[in-house]
């Protein structure tokens, strides 16, 4: 958003990198937004194919071909003066690449069966979940027209790697789509241990679905779609196996009888307590080794660590400040 600060206000062009559902439209938006000016125009690129494409981008002039029966507009003509949205520009076939580039270079265009150039200044903001520097090395993207997009590159990441951007996004489509809906907090849990393969595009539609198909405000994890479901499923055997998994090879303890008061013998606090060769830990130190290794065995997945715990995931970021681990 800093970055997006920066860029609003220039005509820099801008090449916004990310996997599909992350949000690159509601990022090239947000850009044009705060430049005030012209138009917003999208043009999908995966969606122009054949011989329309170039009309589609360029226009054409009454009579240029069979069915051309008036004049038309194409979106780069319609741009001009504001910005033009090339989403998954990695789509564009070379021959399009070439004359993008033109356009980009001297302003100007010429609508198919026109002899006359016309101009258009826009400002570019290009989007792809492609990796455009390997297309480059492959030969399938112009090396030039990467250069002339890529002056500052955004890379949005994908909301695996951002999981405590969910109940913040959760709380949003709740205000979009909601009736005073809420989750609970073992829903909520579910949410944030889900990959997310569809992004934030996934989890609107998950918002969506939920509050379509249940009348109460109460959302809870029977109320999940299927994917999510499986997914829990799925992670519910192996979340047992590693909880046994991490306690096996532990002797069972025998029960300790307790001793007559009047015999029973003052105990040193300060001393390490020893049973059958093992240390006694107190509760809480016993807590605090559990987390850690929940922990490492997730590699740091805080749900599903704390679905190996048995604690809500609440508790568990509860736990880490208490015992102020940095995990």
Same mark, same amino acid.
């Given at each position: 958003?800093?970055?997006?600060?920066?860029?609003?206000?220039?005509?820099?062009?801008?090449?916004? !990198?990310?996997?599909?559902?992350?949000? *690159?439209? =509601?990022?090239?938006?947000?850009?044009?937004?705060?430049?005030?000016?012209? %138009?917003?125009?999208? $043009?999908?690129?995966?969606?122009?194919?054949?011989?329309?494409?170039?009309?589609?981008?360029?226009?054409?002039?009454?009579?240029?071909?069979?069915?051309?029966?008036?004049?038309?507009?194409? !979106? $780069?003509?319609?741009?001009?003066?504001?910005?033009?949205?090339?989403?998954?520009?990695?789509?564009?076939?070379?021959?399009?690449?070439?004359? !993008?580039?033109?356009?980009?270079?001297?302003?100007?265009?010429?609508?198919?069966?026109?002899?006359?150039?016309? /101009?258009?200044?826009?400002? $570019?903001?290009?989007?792809?979940?492609?990796?455009?520097?390997? #297309?480059?090395?492959?030969?399938?993207?112009?090396?030039? !027209?990467?250069? +002339?997009?890529?002056?500052?590159?955004?890379?949005?990441?994908?909301? +695996?790697?951002?999981?405590?951007?969910? @109940?913040?996004?959760?709380?949003?489509?709740?205000?979009?789509?909601? +009736?005073?809906?809420?989750?609970?907090?073992?829903?909520?849990?579910?949410?944030?241990?889900?990959?997310?393969?569809?992004?934030?595009?996934?989890?609107?539609?998950?918002?969506?679905?939920?509050?379509?198909?249940?009348?109460?405000? =109460?959302?809870?994890?029977?109320?999940?779609?299927?994917?999510?479901?499986?997914?829990?499923?799925?992670?519910? %055997?192996?979340?047992?196996?590693?909880?046994?998994?991490?306690?096996?090879? $532990?002797?069972?303890?025998?029960?300790?009888? %307790?001793?007559?008061?009047?015999? &029973?013998?003052?105990?040193? +606090?300060?001393? @390490?307590?020893?049973?059958?060769? #093992?240390?006694?830990?107190?509760?809480?130190?016993?807590? /605090?080794? &559990?987390?850690? *290794?929940?922990?490492?065995?997730?590699?740091?997945?805080?749900?599903?660590?704390?679905?190996?715990?048995?604690?809500?995931?609440?508790?568990?970021?509860?736990?880490? *400040?208490?015992?102020?681990?940095?995990?």
């Amino acid at each position: 958003m800093r970055l997006i600060d920066k860029l609003g206000p220039s005509r820099w062009p801008v090449l916004i !990198l990310g996997e599909t559902g992350t949000g *690159k439209e =509601v990022v090239a938006r947000t850009i044009h937004q705060m430049s005030n000016a012209g %138009p917003f125009v999208t $043009i999908d690129c995966s969606a122009l194919v054949g011989t329309i494409m170039e009309s589609e981008l360029f226009g054409h002039t009454k009579g240029a071909f069979t069915g051309a029966f008036a004049q038309k507009t194409g !979106l $780069i003509e319609a741009a001009n003066g504001g910005t033009a949205f090339f989403d998954e520009i990695g789509e564009l076939p070379l021959d399009m690449q070439s004359k !993008l580039l033109r356009v980009l270079q001297e302003k100007e265009f010429r609508p198919v069966g026109s002899l006359t150039p016309r /101009k258009s200044d826009f400002r $570019i903001v290009a989007a792809t979940n492609r990796d455009l520097a390997k #297309e480059v090395e492959r030969g399938t993207f112009r090396r030039d !027209l990467y250069y +002339r997009l890529n002056v500052v590159t955004l890379k949005l990441a994908p909301l +695996r790697d951002r999981r405590d951007d969910v @109940p913040l996004l959760v709380s949003h489509f709740l205000e979009m789509y909601g +009736r005073g809906h809420r989750f609970t907090t073992d829903a909520m849990d579910a949410l944030m241990t889900y990959s997310w393969p569809g992004n934030v595009r996934e989890l609107e539609n998950c918002v969506q679905h939920m509050v379509a198909i249940h009348t109460g405000p =109460v959302l809870t994890v029977t109320d999940l779609p299927s994917p999510i479901q499986h997914h829990l499923a799925a992670h519910r %055997p192996a979340a047992m196996s590693a909880a046994v998994g991490a306690y096996h090879g $532990i002797p069972p303890v025998a029960p300790v009888q %307790p001793m007559p008061p009047s015999s &029973a013998p003052v105990m040193d +606090r300060s001393i @390490p307590m020893e049973f059958g060769g #093992e240390k006694i830990l107190p509760l809480c130190e016993m807590e /605090k080794l &559990a987390i850690q *290794k929940a922990l490492a065995y997730t590699k740091g997945d805080r749900g599903v660590a704390a679905t190996l715990l048995g604690i809500g995931r609440t508790t568990l970021y509860r736990k880490l *400040k208490e015992y102020q681990l940095a995990c």
